[in-house]
């Protein structure tokens, strides 16, 4: 099969502007960390990767250790990138991490120079890529001191293998530190990657004025809290979900009856509005200006396609807010 793009695909989306730097990014983005590894089914995760460029998404968002096994969704999408899109490298914004443990030892983990270069080299590898548009410290090390993993942020724009640099999970303090680390270097932190949703606010105390202070654009990952914010678990836990899936993150006893009751009562309010459960979690995010881009991730074209109409309602009455909030704030 041959992969020919949509012409009109930039017509469908909007673009926000990364922070205070030339970069626009799409409202929607999309993540492979889970449904694109070895266990998972080429044809499938292909279409995905077609589909979601063919509605304007430009960004991709990968880490070293996504698969499972830790590397191969790196080494899927870079040979789908030869495939389908090897003429079209220009037109994507291609981002990888390191921070989390991908092999062992004292050098596979955390913070360091060392591991985040080596690892930087062999992401560009398995994608068969020459550079990242954002290379990430996927985490805070508390005992590298900031300014070397800083270091290796900004040399790894220095040797051209990253066009750009970002952090993910870095507390607000932090967060100040290394944007002037970085500064101090004569690079900027382009974004941070925090995790965010309905039911995860902790970037609304501080971290969010931070990021508008410097400059720096804002990603939120998990936006619909890995499933918990659709009406996937509303009725049960089905075969076909991240709970039940033996190589996902999100496990059994993380779908609380809390949050189901929560989220059936979201979901009463989405109806309303004409949305699913999902396209109200992501409006929801997108209805700050400081957020730049929400990053899903999804296992089938449908789910995408319901994430994507989220674009047609991003207005919320304030009634609306101040339900939504009675019903998050409830123990
Ligand atoms: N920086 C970090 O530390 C970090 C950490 C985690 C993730 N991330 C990034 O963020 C991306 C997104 O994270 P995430 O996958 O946890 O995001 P998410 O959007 O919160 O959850 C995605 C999951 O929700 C379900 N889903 C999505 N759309 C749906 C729909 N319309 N209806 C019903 N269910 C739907 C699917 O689960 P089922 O499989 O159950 O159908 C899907 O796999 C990742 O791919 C990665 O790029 C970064």
Redesign the pocket.
Known sequence: MIYNPLQERYDKMNYRRCGRSGIRLPEISL?????FGSVDVFENFRKILWRAFDAGITHF???NN?GPVPGSAEENFGTILKKDFSNLRDEMIIST?AGWEMWPGPYGDFGSRKYLLASLDQSLKRMNLDYVDIF?S??PDPDTPLEETMGALAQAVHLGKALYVGI??YPADLTKKASALLKEMHVNCLIH?P?Y?MFNRWVEDGLLDVLEENGIGCIP???????L????YLKGIPK????V?PN??LKVEDVTDQKVNKAKRLNEIASKRNQ?L?QMAIAWLLKDPRITSV?????SVN?LD??LKTLNNLDFSEEELKKIDNILKEK
């Open positions: 993540g492979l960390w889970h449904n968002d990968l880490a996504y991490k990430y996927h985490r993910s999970s990657q995790k949703s990952f998990s936006p619909l809290d890995q499933g914010l659709t009406d996937k076909d979900s991240r709970a899936n996902g993150f699913s999902a990053l899903v991730g999804v296992r789910q319901d994430n």
